[in-house]
Nanobody, 125 residues
């Protein structure tokens, strides 16, 4: 029903920046929350950031707050994650998610019903 394609990942040095994009297709997602999770090798999936359907409300994991910014362009059916001041422990596969509703509790996997395949972010020391 909804397909999500992430892009923008890559290799960057500590302190560098990347911008991830997630393009949704199949149906509009402008009425739903969207967000990002990440999963590092050997670690559990971790909530990163979320934005409400309107773009008015955002939530961030404490580990990324102040460094990452989530935004969306509903006309393009796309959500972004601007990542600044990257650290080695930001290294992970980043997955775009679509919420079931226009707002979701940040974190619980049950709040989201579509997941992208992910894009790799690697931060070297």
């Amino acid at each position: 029903q909804v397909q999500l394609v992430e892009s923008g990942g890559g290799l960057v040095q500590t302190g560098g920046s990347l911008r991830l994009s997630c393009a949704a297709s199949g149906q509009p997602v402008g009425n739903r929350a969207m967000g990002w999770f990440r999963q590092a090798p050997g670690k559990n999936r971790e909530f990163v950031a979320q934005v409400s359907w309107s773009g008015q409300t955002t939530e961030y994991a404490a580990s990324v707050k102040g460094r990452f910014t989530i935004s969306r362009d509903n006309a393009k059916n796309t959500v972004y994650l601007q990542m600044n001041s990257l650290k080695p422990n930001d290294t992970a596969v980043y997955h775009c998610v679509v919420g079931i509703m226009g707002w979701a509790r940040p974190g619980p996997l049950s709040e989201y019903d579509y997941w992208g395949q992910g894009t790799q972010v690697t931060v070297s020391p």
